[in-house]
T-cell receptor, first 110, second 112 residues
Framework: ETGVTQSPTHLIKTRGQQVTLRCSSQ?????VSWYQQALGQGPQFIFQYYREEENGRGNFPPRFSGLQFPNYSSELNVNALELDDSALYLC?????????FGPGTRLTVL | GQQVMQIPQYQHVQEGEDFTTYCNSSTTLSNIQWYKQRPGGHPVFLIQLVKSGEVKKQKRLTFQFGEAKKNSSLHITATQTTDVGTYFCAGGGTSGTYKYIFGTGTRLKVLA
């Protein structure tokens, strides 16, 4: 296993609501990235945090935001949920250029 | 923006046959990574290639990085049923971050 955990495993929300997804990475992994993976597609880069600062962002609107904490945990927050936000959300911690993915959170927006 | 395409999208092979997936980037990459994702699972890192023309082997898997650092391939010799899954390449840009653009993936099915 990668040592990266995510919670919750599954989540159902309704359109317009807000959601917080959590990720806990391995000690010493200073970089964490978040990805959105729609069914049958490759992971799409949302953003990356390095030492608690945003260090790069993909083509996602500002309602996708994040935080990284000193204890190597991080959060992905999504406001004003839309139906198209339904996807598997993956976090990945990085050490020596190798990304270790967590099991993901399956978000369903109704 | 940068795009990474993979072909084929799907591949069904008989156990024992070889398999190759190709990855092409619209821009020059600083490096490329390959991942395997089993059905219902998460991507698992396989390898990273950095140098132009680099070739790396892992048992039955051979990875190549093109001379222009815009394309890559993964070749599996004598596939086994355990090779089933989706193979993604992920291109690293030159922005200085660990931002990776994942390819569209190739889903491999191996028939016993």
């Amino acid at each position: 296993e990668t040592g990266v955990t995510q919670s919750p495993t599954h989540l159902i929300k309704t359109r317009g609501q807000q959601v917080t997804l959590r990720c806990s990475s391995q000690s010493g992994h200073n970089t964490v990235s978040w990805y959105q993976q729609a069914l049958g597609q490759g992971p799409q880069f949302i953003f990356q945090y390095y030492r608690e600062e945003e260090n790069g962002r993909g083509n996602f609107p500002p309602r996708f935001s994040g935080l990284q904490f000193p204890n190597y945990s991080s959060e992905l927050n999504v406001n004003a949920l839309e139906l198209d936000d339904s996807a598997l959300y993956l976090c990945a911690s990085t050490r020596y250029n190798e990304q270790f993915f967590g099991p993901g959170t399956r978000l369903t927006v109704l | 923006g940068q795009q990474v395409m993979q072909i084929p999208q799907y591949q069904h092979v008989q156990e024992g046959e070889d398999f190759t997936t190709y990855c092409n980037s619209s821009t020059t990459l600083s490096n490329i990574q390959w991942y395997k994702q089993r059905p219902g699972g998460h991507p698992v890192f396989l390898i990273q290639l950095v140098k132009s023309g680099e070739v790396k082997k892992q048992k039955r898997l051979t990875f190549q990085f093109g001379e222009a650092k815009k394309n890559s391939s993964l070749h599996i010799t004598a596939t086994q049923t355990t090779d089933v899954g989706t193979y993604f390449c992920a291109g690293g840009g030159t922005s200085g971050t660990y931002k990776y653009i994942f390819g569209t993936g190739t889903r491999l099915k191996v028939l016993a």
